[in-house]
């Protein structure tokens, strides 16, 4: 390559040719040739995040008598444009790099730092300025926390609300058709669409709640205690007010920890999160996989409902329609499942003081995320709001359904309920007319008690009678 497309710089191990156009600086140019291993680069969210504690840390430096207000004004306005994705690709660092992730961190500081000459004269050092009351210990947890949470709560709560929301205005819209139940894949007592659909909503409101509850963990982080927890060349306020700086930049409480060896370590709110997002994957794998099984037919299988027609399903059988986006959606999850167990791994390298594998978790968490966010809002979108149910396929089998039978158990018993269920089967006739043949119960009195609807209503179901 000719020279003039390179520049020189110095770090403490020596001279380092840099791309003549990159905003990094030596400390980069290192991890970008030492770590060539996946190609996947830190999620733009995450760089994001760490931009916001610069931006602050340099403001709290200011305040606090550390750095001058011109150097300081510089870093922070870099720092924004880091933030505001002006630069996204100026940090070339793989993921898959050193396990405290300080190769990001620099990359980070030297980014800024040289950005910032823009706006001072003053010359802007990434360690001495960027860095100061900082350590890549303390900073990559935070900025895990603080991705975390404004991806939580910025894209899939949202999202996930949005699939309620579908939810319930399906159960509203279709709710009162009664369908065939089914346990172990056979066929059950019957019970209604908006009951099914339920169900999933219950499943994700769960998940929520669920998630809400890490989130007040992820609010405490370990800023300001640098290098292993002790809070070495930080000022002994710096945490407070940098804290307090970034509540005000991303309305996130965010609090020193009180035990800083525990969290920079452990890493298990990033673990307990992580946990969460996999029961997320598990809820929204069941839902769309709910939806494949009563779409399956048109007319070998359940073909309960039609889902959108979104594309043509095959590349050989003319007029084929799969289930797309509940299949897209069962891979997300599993992918989810996947990267929860490379998370629970990742939390047990706590090393003394230190989790070695923070790039990992970091990665992981957002792109569970990531992934959920948008599995949830296709199920809404694509799936859920657009189905139609036939109601004339669902109402065939749930007529013949022999396990109707099961109303008339407290009145005839288990045993004489069992000899008309296994007698409807075998002659292939309803159960109603099997049992006015063998129940001895009026015929009127009969076609309440197995009219599936009652049924789903629960109860002895005799109290519904008119």
Known sequence: MPAELFRSEHDSLGSVEIPADALWGPQTQRAVGNFQISGLRMPPEFIRALALIKRAAAHCNADLGLLDRDRAGAIAEAAHQVASGGHDEQFPVDVFQTGSG????????????????????????????????????????????????????????????????????RESDIGEIAKTGRTHLMDAMPLTLGQEISGWRGLVENALQRLDAVQARLLEVPLGGTAVGTGVNAHAQFADHCCALLATETGFRLTPSSNRFAIMSGMDAAVDLSSQLRQLALALHKIANDLRWMNSGPNAGLAEIRLPALQPGSSIMPGKINPVIPEAVMMACTQVVGLDLACAMAGQSGNFQLNTMLPLIAHNLLSCIRLLTGAARSLARDAIAGFAPDAEHIAQPLAANPVLVTALVPLIGYEKAAAIAQRAFAEHRSIAEVAAQMSGIEPKRLARLLDPLRLTRGGLNESDDD
Request: glycine residues 4%; contains cysteine.
């Open 102 to 169: 300080t190769s990001t961190n620099m990359n980070v500081n030297e980014v800024i730092a040289r950005l910032a000459g823009a706006h001072t004269p003053l010359p802007v050092h990434p360690n001495d300025h960027v860095n100061l009351c900082q350590s890549s210990n303390d900073v990559i947890p935070t900025a895990i926390h603080l991705a975390s949470l404004d991806g939580l709560r910025g894209q899939l709560a949202p999202a996930c609300m949005a699939l309620v929301e579908s939810c319930l205005a």
